[in-house]
């Protein structure tokens, strides 16, 4: 900490205009490594509090560490880049919200505290930045998934489980638990298998999220997707992949 | 010099380094006696931590004719050391039994202190530190760092089974229960009507629920309070002489296990739940935020699996 927190104050020092336009509100030392890492190097990146990342400061579990993102205080969202900056893996998912709100809850493996972050790509090709410090112990990507010792978990691969809850507000909230080990690869001896591909549409096939997964996400990740009145279906089907090419497939009824 | 003197000299230096540095690990244990022959050591109302040692536990022991029963043995081997001689201070009666109330960390980890011969435990606590001693072990250095030095798990030799134990003179019950855990020994002392409860109650600090099973946890509450106690000895917190303590745990987990249940059931995701508010009643409940935080983690993922139904796969 002591040495980011150093090249924070240096940034200070520099002027106020600079350190605005450039500082890490997280002041994290793998910032810039993140940005040329995932963003492309000619767009606008602005650090932006309308996107929003809700993590618990404090994470005691880090193979479980739930993660809510929330973009829909932007206008016209694209795509959304959720990572975190110290993670051996730091690439967590990216979804695109093709009709549902732009916005996903989700559950992570940290290796250790990180920050944790959402880009939102907006129509005019600007990426948006929002994130929070998650502390842990850690040590949550270099376990193995307690399914890939179990037999129990082959026979039910790729099982959907799902409910639909009207909102208050309006519209609809899809929650979903996929039955999946997400090995990361970084256990020893045991391959990285995770869910590369998930995508949400309604009864009639029309798109309405579109999710790619790296492998921190948990092992059986349970997501948190919310439908805009306008969208709502009498009935929505997930459909995808794992990285070995088994499908997942599944009605989800009201 | 050759190198490999060098290498001793650096060596020693080191040796007397780590030497020092346990001479400051002095958990400053002070038995308070509550009854007659009974002595409690009240731990702080804290997470662990490096200042803490772990010593966040109440231990007990009863000074009777024929030798010392310690009710559990502390957070770390330093803990546990320092334990027997306090004991030994207050009496030149020898510890014969060494009794785990269940399978947490803080509760077992001294047992290095004591003769093999002495340790004594439910059957199920015993499985259970046998299956998750190491891991808590590591977790403890972690999270207590330099007073861990030197602390392994060591699993109770002596299984347990409910019902009277007489002891130099002293009539107690052992009563198993489970909730905490699956497997929680409570203790009452007959002859000086002092209920040793473990962690089945807490008092004015929020329970913590890694293994628990709430409705199994509320029945034993239940049947706690119909002993003949008139003092308390909870696993976290203060001594009382009245149910209170019991009470207070049934409020907290009834509550806990009512909103988390009604979150999942209404589709809240996990962060949601999370940030629901603390009833202003259980502010006063140490480290409440935190052991809140810990619970959802803990207890939310079944919770909201059971409002999830399996979907059929589409041809």
Known sequence: ?????????????????????????LDSPRWGDMKKEFLPAAARVVFD????????????????????????ALPDVKEVLVF???????????????????????????????????????????????GTWVNTTGGGCTLPSTGSASPEWQKRLGEVSSRVWPKKEGGERIRLRVIHPEDTGLAAGIPAFYIQQLDLADAAGTPLMHIEGFEPLAENPVFTIDIPPARAASGYRVSGRDNNGNAITATIEK | MSAPARALIALFALGWALLLAAADMDYGLAPEKIADDTW???????DFSFTNGGNIVNTAFIVTQAGVLVIDSGPSRAYGEQLRRAIARI???PVVRVINTHHHPDHFLGNQAFAPDTLAALPGTIHGIHTEGGSFNDNMYRLAGDW?????????????????????????????????????????????????????????RAPTTPHARLPAWQASLDTLEALPFRHLVPGHGPVANDAGPIR????????????????????????????????????????????????????????????????????
């Open chain 2, 148 to 204: 861990m030095a030197g602390t392994e798990p060591v699993a109770p030799i002596h299984p347990l089974a409910a019902g009277p134990l007489e002891l130099g003179g002293h009539q107690f019950e052992l009563i198993a229960l489970e909730g905490h855990t699956g497997a929680d020994l409570a203790i009452l002392d007959r002859s000086t009507g002092v209920l040793f409860a473990g962690d089945l109650v807490f008092h004015d």
């Open chain 1, 49 to 72: 509090e309308r996107v929003r990342v809700i993590a618990p400061l404090t994470a005691e579990n880090a193979l479980n560490v739930p993660v809510s993102v929330d973009a829909s």
């Open chain 2, 91 to 93: 009496t030149r009666q």
């Open chain 1, 1 to 25: 900490m002591n040495i980011h927190h150093a090249i924070a104050v240096a940034a200070l020092a520099l002027g106020p205009g600079i350190a605005a336009a450039q500082t890490d509100p």
């Open chain 2, 248 to 315: 207070q745990t049934r409020a907290w987990l009834g509550w806990l296990d009512r909103t988390l249940r009604q979150a999942a059931d209404e589709g809240l995701d996990m962060t949601e739940a999370l940030a629901l508010p603390l009833p202003a009643e259980f502010r006063r409940l140490a480290v409440v935020d935190a052991e809140y935080r810990r619970s959802v983690g803990q207890l939310y993922p079944a919770l909201e699996q059971q409002t999830l139904r399996t979907g059929k796969a589409r041809e």
């Open chain 1, 84 to 130: 975190a900056d110290f993670n051996p893996i730091a690439r967590i998912v990216r979804f695109e919200p093709r009709g549902a709100r732009p916005g996903l809850g989700f559950r992570i493996k940290l290796q250790q505290s990180s920050p944790v972050r959402a880009a939102a790509r907006t129509g005019d090709g600007s990426w948006h930045v929002g």
């Open chain 2, 40 to 46: 409690v050591l009240t731990g702080r109302s804290e």
